[in-house]
């Protein structure tokens, strides 16, 4: 088995917060859980309710197009959470994230994502990168939504560090900004395959998701 932690990122949902720990701790009481406010509400009792490490950062960045200084600082606090924990794998929760059972990693990858191939990467970006890097990458759709597993290899590799950077400063742009897209490309672009989550379904994609045995459900809005 595979040693993870938890990455959620919150704002000013409190009862999808707490709603969305609560499920994930019922099943994984002893996984390493970082929450962190994105210049929201203050989640402390919450966070120690649930035995969690809480962060109350000032700064508000949002998840979608992010423009250059602001998905940096996104990525700044991947890393932390990994430096946190110390582990191998971070789970990406989100407020809409669904927690049915546990959460066990058997196999390697880099990123195991949603499955969604209609996302298509933008591909002037795409496209240059294949090019600029010279990479040949394995999928050109995107998908890292909540429930999505990372790989920490593109944070603490050095040689991969220097790829995420050169990328960050010479070829992002707010267009691909978007959490789910960008963290994609940064794998890509460090020649890594990206992968399906087998453990990740979502309300608005999975066909009776209700039934199945899926333990992380994506788009689980009951509590909005």
């Known amino acids: 088995m595979k040693f993870f932690s938890v ?19 019922i099943y994984n009481p002893n996984i390493p859980y970082y929450l962190i406010s994105d210049g929201g509400n203050d989640f402390s009792e919450i966070a ?7 962060v109350l950062d000032s700064k508000n960045i949002g998840t979608n197009y992010l423009e250059r200084d602001a998905a940096k600082i996104y990525l700044n606090r991947l890393k932390s959470a990994f430096e946190y924990s110390n582990s191998e794998y971070l789970l990406t929760m989100e407020d809409d994230v669904l927690c ?6 058997r196999d390697n990858f880099n990123i195991a994502m949603s499955y969604v191939p209609g996302n298509l990467i933008r591909p002037h970006i795409f496209e240059k990168c294949i090019l600029k890097y010279k990479i040949t990458p394995n999928v050109n759709w995107y998908g890292a939504t909540g429930g999505t597993i990372l790989n920490k290899n593109i944070f603490f ?3 991969k560090v220097n790829i995420v950077e050169q990328f960050m400063n ?3 742009e707010a267009t691909i900004g978007s959490i789910d897209q960008f963290i994609v490309m940064l794998y ?13 379904g979502e309300t608005h994609r999975t066909s009776d998701w209700q039934n199945t045995n899926l333990p992380l459900i994506h788009c689980f809005k009951e509590m909005y």
């Open 157 to 159: 590799d050095e040689e």
């Open 100 to 105: 049915r059972g546990p959460i066990e990693i």
């Open 48 to 54: 120690k309710k649930y035995n969690c490490h809480f």
């Open 188 to 200: 890509l672009i460090c020649g890594l395959d990206c992968s399906v989550n087998p453990l990740l």
């Open 170 to 172: 010479e070829d992002f």
């Open 7 to 25: 990455y959620h990122q919150c704002y000013k949902n409190q009862k999808a917060t707490e709603f969305a720990i609560q499920q994930f701790r």
